[in-house]
């Protein structure tokens, strides 16, 4: 059965860091392409970056691009998003997501 | 950056009667191997995004056959032919050519 479980999300002042983590299970991460999502409060889905099945390919929206940085651990077959520099507009709730199956989430908060 | 224009953005529909949702893209989404890279998703209320279609028309595993899809090179459409109270939710496409771009959303009510 595949799941996905995001972790890592809470408040932190703008300018600071966080690291989320997806872990994957019912599947091998090496074998697929996966993305990170987000969906600030009560607004829509903004794609922020994916990578390919080998991490020879890896995308960034414009909005993140510099700040954060995706990865992945095959052997532990953990998703990660490091997130720097954050602002008061990274303020959403953030998902892992293989094309066909989402994690439930986990929020951020940038607020001083 | 390729933009995704969904419309309508809010959607009242009846049970039983048909609904239809809108994608258009600003270039086409036609890969040269033949695929048609836009995505259909569904969110209902307090849940994670679901897949409903994927490459154009292609209906996800466990998705009703009354959800169909067509896709030109620049314009989609997510059709139901007869709305149920559990399709209540916001659709979104996304295109997946170049980076990943989603529309709007579509907001379905009763």
């Known amino acids: 059965q595949v799941q996905l479980v995001e972790s890592g999300g809470g408040l932190v002042k703008p300018g600071g860091s966080l690291r989320l983590s997806c872990a994957a299970s019912?599947?091998?991460?090496?074998?697929?392409?996966m993305s990170w999502v987000r969906q600030p409060p009560g607004k829509g889905l903004e794609w922020i970056a994916y990578i390919s099945s080998r991490a020879d390919v890896i995308k960034y929206a414009d909005s993140v691009e510099g700040r954060f940085t995706i990865s992945k651990d095959n052997a532990t077959n953990l998703l990660f998003l490091q997130m720097n520099s954050l602002r008061a507009e990274d303020t959403a709730v953030y998902f892992c997501r293989r094309r066909d199956h989402w994690g439930q989430g986990t929020l951020v908060t940038v607020s001083s | 950056d390729i933009v995704v224009t969904q419309s309508p953005l809010f959607l009242p529909v009846t049970p039983g009667e048909p609904a239809s949702i809108s994608c258009r893209a600003s270039?086409?989404?036609?890969?040269?191997?033949?695929?048609?890279?836009v995505d259909w998703y569904v969110q209902k209320p307090g849940q994670s995004p679901q897949l409903l279609i994927y490459?154009?028309?292609n209906r996800a595993s466990g998705v009703p056959d009354r959800f169909s899809a067509s896709a030109s090179g620049t314009d989609f459409t997510l059709k139901i032919s007869r709305v149920e109270a559990e399709d209540v939710g916001v659709y979104y496409c996304?295109?997946?050519?170049?980076?990943?771009?989603f529309g709007q959303g579509t907001k379905l009510e009763i």
């Open positions: 270039q086409s989404l036609l890969h040269s191997n033949g695929y048609t890279y």
């Open positions: 490459l154009g028309f």
């Open positions: 996304m295109q997946a050519l170049q980076k990943f771009t």
């Open positions: 019912g599947f091998s991460l090496s074998d697929h392409f």
